[in-house]
């Protein structure tokens, strides 16, 4: 466990993916190095889709509409956009423990703490990455199946045990904007955000909510 908590950094325009990963991929090696500290970049990206090591070609519905950018963190096709509120996350798992499966369970576990902050309830489901939110005020699927919408996604990369790349909260994204994709190759459920199930809710907001759930999420054990 870190006996530090991490550097917050909030950036108020739009970054650059290419100089984002960039960015994160130097402080990841600063922080194996013992050069820097651990990170949490809050941040937005103009609109633009990801394509993690699990992408499939077939899921990248209209290719022309926004770039497109090959991306090394686990997953599939993912929407970034302003209005979503990206969280970077850089920490050093050689001193949290070596457990890539607990760390993916804290993440989830930070962004349904974040998200019960505004009495929303996130879910998660075997075998879809992310968080869920029941929809059952929407007519269930054709097989009966209720509907479900999600509302952050997770992908994570590891080098020498540093975490980059992290999670995203649809905080006031333009929803129409993730009908390029099949988002993280999932097509028979939807995607929402906060606003979309009626919390008027700011960017700073969960900016705020984020701060106060990580050392829940991430420190207690």
């Known amino acids: 466990m870190s006996d530090t908590a991490p550097e917050w950094i ?27 500290s651990e ?27 926004f770039p497109v950018h090959q991306s ?19 920490l050093d798992l050689n001193i949290r423990g070596k457990d890539v499966r607990a760390f993916v369970q804290k993440l989830e576990a930070w962004v349904i703490a974040t998200l019960a902050e505004f009495n929303v309830t996130g879910e998660i489901r075997p075998g ?20 479900e919408d999600k509302v952050a996604a997770i992908g994570v990369r590891l080098r020498k045990w540093v975490s980059f790349h992290g999670l ?12 390029g994709i099949v988002p993280c190759g999932i097509s028979d459920q939807g995607v929402t955000s906060l606003v979309d199930l009626g919390l008027p809710v700011t960017m700073g907001d969960v900016d705020d909510a984020l701060k106060r759930c990580f050392a829940t999420a991430f420190e207690a054990s």
């Open 10 to 36: 909030t950036s108020d325009a739009p970054v650059d993916y290419v100089e984002a990963v960039a960015w994160m991929e130097a402080r990841a090696n600063a922080i194996s190095a013992g050069t820097a």
């Open 168 to 179: 995203s909260i649809n905080v006031e994204p333009d929803l129409n904007h993730f009908d």
């Open 72 to 90: 090394r963190r686990g997953g599939q096709y993912t929407y970034h956009g302003p209005g979503q509120r990206v969280a970077y996350v850089m």
């Open 128 to 147: 879809r990455v992310g968080v869920w939110v029941p929809r059952p005020e929407k007519p269930p699927l054709p097989d009966g199946t209720p509907r």
């Open 39 to 65: 990170a949490i970049w809050l941040l937005e990206h103009p609109p633009l889709y990801t394509a993690g090591t699990s992408a499939k070609p077939q899921d990248l519905t209209d290719p022309d509409r």
